[in-house]
């Protein structure tokens, strides 16, 4: 088998708590604009897509960085309050990349951000396409893992599989 006829990539979502506590988190502190915010009740499209019976939702797109992004707050049935650890099977990132992370750091730092990466502070990245980069985890509002990279070099461009 050659592979999916796939033509892109749509987007990608986090299942948040609390929709408009995630928006201010990635739209103010991430630069994400804010696309469309709606609610679909139960019957309706979420529902039926992903199977949950009675799924009422909050749908938040935002889009930066050439990048969709979706939060999805289910309003009913709730789920788990905080996002599983990044060890953990189904668990999800965003990532970033900045030109001077130890900057970036210090404003997180000081909006209060939870940061996971070891002392607090950017990592030397070591091995693979990002050798010799920084790179540094923290948590959203909700426990998700989001990285940010300073790469020492781009990554190649065009169709990849």
Known sequence: M???PITGLHHFEITCSDADRSLAFYRDLFGMRLVSDREVEP?????????????????????GYGANFELLEYKEPRGDSRAREPNHAGS??????????????????????????????????????????????????????????????????????
């Open 2 to 4: 050659s592979g999916l």
């Open 43 to 63: 019957g309706g499209f979420v529902e039926r897509v992903t199977g949950i019976p009675g799924a009422r939702v909050r749908l938040v797109h935002l889009q």
């Open 92 to 161: 999800a990132h965003l990532c970033f990349v900045v030109e001077d992370l130890e900057l970036v750091c210090d404003r997180l730092h000081a909006a209060g951000v939870r940061i996971r990466s070891a002392g607090g502070r950017p990592v030397r990245v070591v091995g693979g396409p990002n050798d010799g980069g920084k790179g540094l985890y923290l948590d959203d509002p909700d426990g998700n893992a989001v990285e940010i990279l300073e790469l020492v070099r781009p990554w190649p461009s065009g169709p990849q599989a």
